[in-house]
């Protein structure tokens, strides 16, 4: 039996979409436990599930990228909510880790950004989840036009369930959870980041911006490539991006 096992998509789907989201946090538990995994960029906006998983699903293993280029105070943030929370995190580095990485692409950020996310987020999770059939995402439909139609459960192309159980939350909700609940936010918030990624590639957005209007600005990039078909494609640009040097 391949990935995701037996599960019914169509009906399932139907059962969870509009369900509370500890409901869709244990549904995953139960069915699948040890063989689910979820994913956060420990920012203010996942704090919500972060919390949420801490108090139903405690045992959830949550995989961080750490690309080696995030804002010093994204890895304390992520290390507060860690031991507030007890939440079992596991952190996933490029496959030439921290200093690989730098000694043979060098800024590939500024040369290639779409590569630079491949190697250093969307690659290391494919690896990751090898060991799981079910993957936990915190994305939700109001963030970017091309999450917008995303559904509760859909399957990924190499079999692996993804679940997003705040998918139908709204930004309001997201902050009203938080204020509820007194749960901690990014420092970096009060500096005007709302949407916060590795640091070359993130800055405060300007006045109506939106959420994620400070990530990779300047460009029409509007995601790494974990949630889109990106990954794909950029396959079979790898062998290119290895013959690039950074003189820099």
Not at 62 to 70: A, C, Q, S
Not at 94 to 99: K, N, S
Not at 199 to 221: I, L, M, N, V, Y
């Amino acid at each position: 039996m391949g990935k995701g096992g037996s599960v019914d998509i169509t009906q399932r789907r139907e059962e969870l979409e509009g369900a509370p989201v500890k409901t869709v946090l244990q549904w995953t538990w139960n069915t699948f436990g040890d063989k689910a995994a979820a994913t956060s960029s420990f920012q203010s906006q996942s704090v919500p599930l972060l919390h949420l998983i801490s108090q139903h699903v405690p045992d959830l293993p949550i995989l961080f990228l750490d690309t080696g280029f995030h804002f010093p105070e994204t890895l304390e943030f992520r290390d507060r909510l860690i031991e507030e929370f007890g939440l079992n995190v596991r952190s996933l580095e490029p496959r030439l880790g921290h200093d690989g990485f730098r000694e043979k692409y060098g800024k590939l950020h500024q040369r290639d950004p779409n590569m630079c996310c491949y190697l250093n987020k969307v690659e290391p999770l494919e690896d990751a989840m090898e060991e799981y059939d079910a993957w936990v995402s915190g994305i939700r439909r109001d963030q970017t036009e091309n999450r917008a139609g995303t559904p509760v459960l859909q399957r990924e192309d190499d079999g692996t369930l993804k679940v997003c159980p705040i998918v139908e939350w709204t930004s309001r909700d997201v902050w009203t959870y938080i204020d509820e609940h007194g749960l901690p936010k990014h420092p970096l918030l009060e500096e005007g980041y709302l949407s916060i990624g590795c640091a070359p590639c993130t800055q405060a957005p300007g006045e109506g911006g939106g959420e994620r209007g400070g990530r990779w600005s300047g460009s029409d990039k509007t995601e790494c490539g974990l949630h889109t078909d990106f990954a794909e494609d950029s396959e079979n640009d790898t062998e290119a991006a290895n013959l690039e040097s950074d003189e820099t």
